[in-house]
């Protein structure tokens, strides 16, 4: 089936109309044709193109064809704080029939080239004129190659997302963006923009850092940002401003070649060959440095063809879908009426993690936010790392100095805990110890209101055991960050059996607030991250003590794709918050749970993890640590339960690779049957939030389902077919 034969609807789609008005610039000739984007929804729907859309692009070009006088120019913008954010995913979602996907694809790749060529060519029957995209506010994949087809570029300073995401989501920008932007930005810039920072978790740019990039040829302010950028076009029409020519070169040759050299290294160290956009991006940057468009934009449209009917982009929509809806709203959440105010908010204890939180409440709620500790000297030190926190932000212009001087002054700290008198909320943040954290609670209760929430930060720790002696267990929750805590978008809240309600609303509601995703866990040991990450690193350090090498072991994972190695991982983590979670996990399950001795020793010498740097600063294994992890010759048996674990033997990389991924599905199935979490897309949505797992893989259910690993391990699939796979 030809692709000009192919029918493309989309019952389900929300238009994005091309609305087009005229403006007379002054000494212009002829008005400017404006088009503005517009789906009809305010910000939180933003605009998006499927194939109604992209037809109403098509006849706006036609409206102005024909408008009489003839227009001096074209010029596009988008609808208030949004301009537009690419391709309507849900197009792919909605086709059921294997046999329709490559042509439809295919066809849809035509059609966007088509559309978005008649806006940014400016050609108007025989005449062509100038074309300007006015980039007043986000602008992602197919909304950015709309931009990067005209002539010129306006962009507003506070754009909050600028991004080719494609390869993020397994595919690739698939409407002129590979072969437009290394020619408008050079391929170094066109690298970091479509590979580095699509596979960094989908880093988007500010307008500021898109600028500096190329990616505008004027930044201004967002007050009047279309009257002013209207006068900028008049200045180009009139002759008074040549972007164009102060545009940096672009250069060819070693350095396009070095450009696709480095982007395969990033692909290579982030995907290890796992999934296949990011070198089919590479390939065709490749293509743009001598092929003409119409080459390279029917390559395109075979590689979005090819992509659309992979597992990979069945799975990062999965992933997709979960990390912008699911995650908004917590599956098994009470009614967000109950939730309280919380106009005060209490931090117990002044060390790194406690100070993290302080700032993170006192940005987010903008409230005053008291810090205790029983030491002067920590609590002066806790205090001053917030206030640092803020000043690191007023260096790099994210607040101003007047927020700045206003956060500082909403975080102060004392010795006692009366200062929470009049607190709404209080997290804990104190050595993950029960005794000490058992106290905390039960000396806060004597200081605080009967209403207020009491948050505990365990990260595995059993928050039912911890509030069993209080007078009101029921205002007890868990909520449990991940390091670090501005970074990473996940938490746990914890419902113990005794929360009731409006305490987990509340918590939510923070969570909220904070900018957080939420997944609500039951108060199980580890929770869910913790708990997957251990029994998963346990069959690596397993496979390490039982003579496997470190980089075997640790490499064994590769073919997944992960965003760090195992033993990666557990540096950064930290041994001894590893140490602690796994030996908590294994004195409640054993025999799930190996004893952590050869961590224990490694945590006992100092050591960080099992790599060092050489002279020359290459990460190289700590041999010293690899001796320590190490057990004797005839200690006890590893895990139970993954293939080869505890051998004598050293194993292979696919059986390290089995045994763990086998431990990953065994767990899971027993977190789901526990009722640990609603359902198994919660579980993937822990483990793409708080662990990276990558969007190609569509979390871990359905990649253990994909592989058969499910039910091999378990007896039964995660998903039913079709949920985040082909088939």
């Known amino acids: ?57 098509i006849a706006a070009v036609e409206e102005i064809e024909a408008h009489d006088p003839p227009v001096a120019a074209v010029a596009v913008t988008g609808k208030p704080f949004i301009f537009c954010v690419g391709a309507d995913l849900s197009y792919r979602s909605s086709l059921t029939d294997p046999e329709e996907v490559r042509p439809k694809l295919a066809a849809l790749g035509e059609l966007g080239h088509t559309a978005l060529r008649r806006v940014g060519e400016g050609r108007l029957g025989d005449r062509k004129v100038p074309t300007f995209a006015l980039v007043n506010g986000a602008a992602l994949g197919g909304g950015l190659e709309l931009a990067l087809h005209c002539d010129y570029r306006a962009l507003s300073t506070d754009i909050a997302a600028l991004a080719l995401p494609e390869v993020f989501l397994g595919l690739v920008p698939a409407w002129g963006g590979t072969q437009l932007l290394p020619n408008l930005v050079g391929p170094e810039n066109a690298v970091t923009i479509m590979i580095e920072n699509a596979l960094s978790q989908n880093r988007t ?8 990039l190329g990616l505008g040829d004027v930044l201004l302010e967002p007050a009047d940002f279309l009257e002013e950028a209207l006068r900028w076009v008049g200045r180009v029409l009139r002759g008074e401003e040549d972007p164009a020519a102060a545009r940096r070169p672009v250069e060819r040759g070693a350095a396009w070649a070095a450009a696709l050299e480095r982007g395969r290294a990033l692909a290579d160290a982030r995907l290890h060959g796992a999934a296949p956009a990011a070198y089919r991006a590479l390939e065709l940057m490749a293509l743009a440095e001598t092929a003409d468009v119409d080459t390279g934009y029917a390559a395109e449209s075979a590689a979005l063809a090819d992509l659309g009917a992979g597992e990979e982009l069945v799975a990062g929509l999965y992933a997709f879908d979960l990390v912008n809806k699911r995650a908004k709203r917590p599956a098994g959440g009470p009614d967000r009426s109950l939730a309280r105010p919380v106009t005060k908010v209490g931090v117990v204890g002044a060390g790194l993690m406690a100070s993290q939180l302080a700032a993170l409440f006192a940005q987010r709620l903008e409230v005053p936010v008291v810090i205790t500790d029983l030491d002067q000297e920590r609590l002066d030190a806790g205090v001053a790392r917030v206030h640092q926190e803020f000043d690191n932000l007023l260096q790099r212009r994210r607040i ?33 110890d029960m005794a000490i954290k058992k106290t905390v609670l039960a000396e806060l209760e004597t200081y605080v209101k009967p209403e207020t929430v009491l948050l505990t930060n365990t990260s595995a720790l059993s928050v039912a055991e911890m509030s069993a002696d209080l007078t009101h267990p029921e205002r007890v929750a868990g909520l449990h960050f991940f390091n670090p805590v501005a970074v990473l978008p996940l938490v746990e809240v914890v419902r113990s059996p005794r929360s009731d309600d ?49 980089e075997q072991a640790d490499t064994a994972l590769d073919p997944l794709g992960l965003p760090m190695s195992p033993l990666v991982l557990l540096s950064l983590v930290g041994p001894p918050v590893a140490l602690h979670v796994a030996q908590t996990l294994h004195g409640t399950a054993p025999d799930r749970f190996r004893d952590p001795a050869g961590l224990a020793r490694l945590v006992a010498a100092g050591k960080a993890g099992f790599y060092t740097t050489d002279a020359q600063g290459r990460q190289v294994v700590d041999l010293q640590a690899a001796e320590l992890v190490r057990g004797p010759a005839d200690g006890p048996a590893g895990s139970s339960g993954g293939v080869g674990a505890g051998t004598a033997a050293a194993l292979t990389q696919e059986q390290v690779r089995e045994a763990a991924l086998t431990a990953l599905a065994q767990e899971i199935r027993l977190l789901l049957d526990e009722k640990v979490v609603a359902e198994p897309a919660d579980v993937d949505l822990c483990m793409i939030l708080g662990a990276g797992w990558p969007f190609h893989l569509g979390g871990i259910t359905p990649c253990l389902d994909r592989t058969g690993i499910s039910e091999k391990a378990t007896g039964q699939r995660f998903n039913p077919p079709g949920v985040a796979t082909i088939a």
């Not at 740019?205 to 500096?212: H, N």
């Not at 909403?410 to 804990?428: M, N, P």
Request: hydrophobic share 45%; proline share 5%.
């Open 400 to 432: 101003s100095p007047d927020r700045a001087n206003r956060l500082k002054a909403s975080v102060t700290g004392s010795l006692t805990k009366d200062a929470f008198a009049d607190a709404d909320l209080i997290i804990e943040a104190v050595f993950e």
């Open 205 to 212: 740019l500010r307008g500021p850092q898109a600028f500096a």
């Open 1 to 57: 089936m030809s692709s000009a034969a192919v029918t493309l609807d989309h019952p389900d789609e929300v238009v994005t109309h091309a609305h087009v008005r005229y403006a007379q610039l002054p000494g212009v000739a002829g008005p400017v044709a404006l088009i503005t984007l517009d789906n009809g929804h305010d910000h939180t729907r933003p605009n998006t193109f499927g194939p109604a859309g992209l037809r109403s692009l």
């Open 502 to 550: 409006a305490t987990v609303a509340t918590t939510l509601a923070v969570a909220r607030k904070l900018k957080k995703n939420a997944v609500l866990v039951a108060d199980a040991p580890a929770f869910v991250v913790n708990r997957l990450l251990t029994r998963f690193l346990g069959e690596v350090l397993a496979a390490t003590e039982s003579g496997t090498s470190i």
